[in-house]
């Protein structure tokens, strides 16, 4: 690449950073404010965490519309109408006269932020030369993991700095602005398709069979996740929402072979590369939701203080983000493929110490940064790659959507199940104690996850010393229980994420 062709695409790369990581905090820096939000609006912790929820539909909804509407109108406008949603919805949140208008706000927030990760990797595939785009993508993923792991603890310090939550979302206006005047000057305009009639029909099956998905996920009972599948606030929204989709993807067909414009091809939907590429976006989803537990684990199995949890989680993060630069140069060096199969070998290895080595600091950093590294190799440069190689040229954008909607799905079906593995550990803690020291006359009463001090608080009032310790020696045991079924679980997921890199390599070595 030449000098003037590397000046001119470094603006545009950096832009699209700034955006990836702004718009990817959003998504969890609220998390450390949801009770002091609840209780500025006085509205129940239920009702409170439809902030988050909101925001994760939202993002749902945008990302395959948004990447069709890239590859139709441009990724320069698209990344400006974006970002100045983005800026409008964090605004509006920040000003939220009352709840409702609070969660409106999110949406448009989500709405904007959704495309921003999908519009800078499109552009990447788009405008640079194969050998490039395996770095430019990884240090898009970097950013993507990165915001994802430390939202929360910014949104804790923004919160103690400040003692406001609003602040959490002021801070994106600055930002906002200056990436719509850079962006409007420093990123060129991208070869676009011929327009034709926007695919209406489509559009609202979709977004009607994502929303049905995602908020009948958004309904499980961690607790009890198989007799919740049968209730009728989870069953009745999946089996729309799968009805949908099918008529989704059965539209798309008809629209395809009429000469239309769907906004997700049927050709790249029945596409066996694209289909293998959406299973490993939903497992690298599964990745990430064993990541977000770790600092839970890190308070109540190594019983660090939480003052001092952010310190532990920090090399996670920072080891995501090498993980992602380490995919985008493997990506360039060996292909996609096989990036795909070391990091899922890399996974494997730093979730099964977390379940049989961990004990300590040392221990804890060598597995932290594993498991941030194989998480960090699949969310950059390999995956969108190979949605790009699915695609033809002016489908791109789309393809990236669909991969990113993927990532989504699994982002809500897998932390709901590794919650019910950790709350399945909590309400052992009680009958299993108390079996353990009947004769001891100790009764700890059952909490959730979310009161663990109330937990520590129980055992902290028994009197002697000896039995105190290994009261709390037990519950540990209990508890650490249900965190080594979520790294167990993480383990197969990375082991199937390796076998499929293995399938999609011997596809292509059997079309050679």
């Known amino acids: 690449m030449s000098k003037q062709k590397q000046a001119s695409s470094a603006w545009p790369l950096t832009l699209f950073t700034i955006g990836v990581f702004m718009a990817g905090l959003d998504n969890g820096i609220i998390s450390t404010a949801l009770s002091t939000i609840g209780d500025y609006y006085q509205v129940s912790a239920s009702w409170g965490a439809w902030s988050i929820t909101l925001y994760t539909l939202g993002m749902a909804i945008s990302v395959p519309i948004i990447g069709k509407l890239s590859d139709i109108f441009g990724r320069r406008k698209l990344f400006l109408v974006e970002i100045f949603l983005f800026g409008l919805g964090s605004l509006l949140v920040a000003l939220s006269p009352n709840f409702t208008f609070l969660l409106i706000a999110r949406f448009i927030q989500a709405i904007g932020g959704g495309g921003i990760f999908i519009i800078g990797s499109s552009y990447v595939l788009a405008t640079l030369p194969k050998a490039k785009q395996g770095k430019a993508l990884g240090l898009l993923g970097s950013m993507h993991g990165l915001s994802a792991v430390l939202g929360p603890n910014l949104g804790a310090v923004i919160l103690h700095l400040t003692g406001s939550w609003q602040w959490m979302f002021f801070i994106n206006i600055p930002i906002a602005c200056f990436l719509l005047i850079f962006g409007w000057l420093k990123i060129g305009k991208t ?112 019983h660090v203080p939480v003052e001092s949890a952010g310190f532990w989680v920090t090399p996670l993060a920072l080891a995501s983000g090498i993980g992602s630069g380490l995919g985008g140069f493997f990506t360039d060096r060996i292909g996609s493929m096989r990036t795909i199969i070391t990091a899922g070998f890399v996974g494997i290895i730093g979730f099964s110490l977390f379940s049989v080595f961990v004990s300590d600091f040392p221990t804890f950093l060598l597995a932290s940064i594993l498991s941030g590294i194989g998480l960090g190799m699949m969310l950059g440069a390999p995956l969108n790659v190979l949605a790009g190689k699915s695609a033809r040229k002016e489908a791109k954008g789309s393809a990236l959507g669909t991969l990113s909607l993927s990532r989504q799905i699994g982002m809500t079906l897998f932390p709901t199940i590794f919650a019910g593995f950790i709350a399945g550990a909590f309400a052992q803690v009680e009958p299993m104690v108390k079996h353990e020291f009947m004769e001891q006359d100790i009764t700890i009463e059952a909490v959730d996850a979310e009161n663990y001090l109330t937990l520590t608080e129980q055992v902290d009032q028994i009197v002697s010393e000896d039995l105190r310790v290994q009261v709390m020696g037990y519950v540990t045991a209990v508890l650490q229980n249900g965190y080594n079924r979520m790294f167990v679980t993480s383990s197969i997921l990375a082991f199937i994420v390796a076998i499929s890199g293995f399938y999609l390599l011997r596809k292509k070595t059997d079309k050679m």
């Open 191 to 302: 070869n676009t398709v011929k327009a034709k009639p926007l695919d209406i029909w489509g559009i609202t099956l979709l977004t009607s069979g994502i929303l049905a998905l995602m908020y009948g996920m958004t309904n499980l009972d961690s607790t009890k996740f198989f007799q919740s599948l049968l209730t009728m606030n989870v069953f009745a929204y999946l089996f729309v929402g799968i009805v949908l989709l099918i008529g989704f993807i059965l539209y798309e067909r008809y629209l395809e072979n009429k000469g239309g414009d769907p906004i997700v091809a049927f050709t790249l939907i029945s596409n066996r590369l694209f289909q293998v590429t959406l299973l490993l976006g939903m497992l690298s989803g599964g990745f990430l939701a064993g990541i977000i537990f770790i600092p839970s684990y890190v308070q109540q199995v190594l």
